[in-house]
């Protein structure tokens, strides 16, 4: 099966520490999208970035960035001086047919004051 | 401009009984998703509608089946509820090859 695997069950930090959550995929696609969500306790999924397989900067947005590396098959997200409002189960997916997502199993990041 | 809207936000029911949750997507979106997330897992595609018809399916018994209407919203009906049914029902709608937007999900209990 052309899995998500997210081997970070928890992670437990402390207010401004840097965290970074692990994604590897499994694909036979030469073309392929990887995305990552939050959800937060309310449960709605919020998008925080997709990345195509053929941009392989990394990417930066304010506390977050990404690392793409084809290479290894991962999609690693870095959230830099964390905060306690960044708590959430964190969700790392790759696109299947018809726009189908395909889910790792989470992560849970719980930041402590 | 309002987002993905799931209703009914809770709902409790006994096994044997049937559901139907319904959706309401984004405006501008005409394809809508369903997922199913367990308690503690990843979400999991149930299917897919667009110009109201099912488009893809992913792997869950003929129980679970639903509908789009014309303005797109879209409806899950779930038979005969087993134990195993109990979970967070999640719809997403989309426009084209963009991202997936979420509702806040129903949350399905069993007894």
Redesign the interface.
Known sequence: AQK?TQAQTEISVVEKEDVTLDCVYETRDTTYYL?W?KQPP??????LI?RNSFDEQNEISGRYSWNFQKSTSSFNFTITASQVVDSAVY?C?RL???????????TRLAVHP | DAGVTQSPTHLIKTRGQQVTLRCSPKSGHDTVSWYQQALGQGPQFIFQYYEEEERQRGNFPDRFSGHQFPNYSSELNVNALLLGDSALYLCASSLGSQPQHFGDGTRLSIL
């Open positions: 998500v995305f969500y309310s449960g709605e999924l919020v998008f997709r969700f997916a299947g047919g018809y726009n189908k997502l395909i889910f790792g199993a989470g």
